[in-house]
């Protein structure tokens, strides 16, 4: 399977703790997004990367989010000191440059006790 | 401030039949418009996409229209099968820069009955 994946698919964490999600785009698509869906929403955007340069960040992306892609393919997204409005779906996608398709991964559901 | 609107929460078709699925947006710089399929727990799928160039694109059983002066798009599944039942978002990409993100609207969720 060549479509983008996401690790873990679940996870469920106490209020205060750190979590690490992880994202692998399709082969080769240099750019990046990672967007969150919550109950009864659209995804809504959070960054995007060409190659390893962050290149935009939305105001929904507090101080708590990084989001790294230090060789240009995987990217990872951190949250500190989670709080229980974290809680949601985190979804990756990817595409090629000049191309305006994103193809998404199957999301990280995040739950905050 | 929703740029991409879609106004039914729900849809229920019988199978065989046509479903159609709207949608609106307020910003003249959107380009590109998409529509994401999306079952519980699961990722997005994209179906199928046109650009404002266009306003038409054909994939089988689904149809895009998009009538630019009216900002109103819609997706047409002919005809609609029980695989079909799930929650349909609409996204458009190209308000400015080259960041090409996507804004979605909240879904509508179709249920196909047998």
């Known amino acids: 399977d060549t479509g983008v994946s996401q690790d873990p698919r679940h996870k469920i964490t106490k209020r205060g703790q750190n979590v690490t999600f992880r994202c692998d785009p399709i082969s080769e698509h240099n750019r990046l997004y990672w967007y969150r869906q919550t109950l009864g929403q659209g995804p809504e955007f959070l960054t995007y990367?060409?190659?390893?340069?962050?290149?935009?960040k939305s105001r929904l992306l507090s101080d708590r989010f990084s989001a790294e892609r230090p060789k240009g393919s995987f990217s990872t997204l951190e949250i500190q000191r989670t709080e229980q409005g974290d809680s949601a779906m985190y979804l990756c996608a990817s595409t090629p440059t000049g191309r305006q398709t994103q193809y998404f991964g199957p999301g990280t559901r995040l739950l905050v006790l | 401030d929703q740029q991409v609107k879609q106004n039914s929460p729900s849809l229920s078709v019988q199978e065989g039949r046509i479903s159609i699925l709207n949608c609106d947006y307020t910003n003249s710089m959107f380009d590109y418009f998409l529509w994401y399929k999306k079952y519980p727990a699961e990722g997005p799928t994209f179906l199928i996409s046109i650009s404002s160039i266009k306003d038409k694109n054909e994939d089988g059983r689904f149809t895009v229209f998009l009538n630019k002066s009216a900002k109103h798009l819609s997706l047409h599944i002919v005809p609609s099968q029980p695989g079909d039942s799930a929650v349909y978002f609409c996204?458009?990409?190209?308000?400015?820069?080259?960041?090409?993100?996507?804004?979605f609207g909240t879904g509508t969720l179709l249920a196909v009955q047998p």
């Open positions: 990367f060409q190659n390893e340069a962050q290149l935009e």
């Open positions: 996204a458009a990409s190209g308000e400015g820069g080259a960041t090409n993100k996507l804004i």
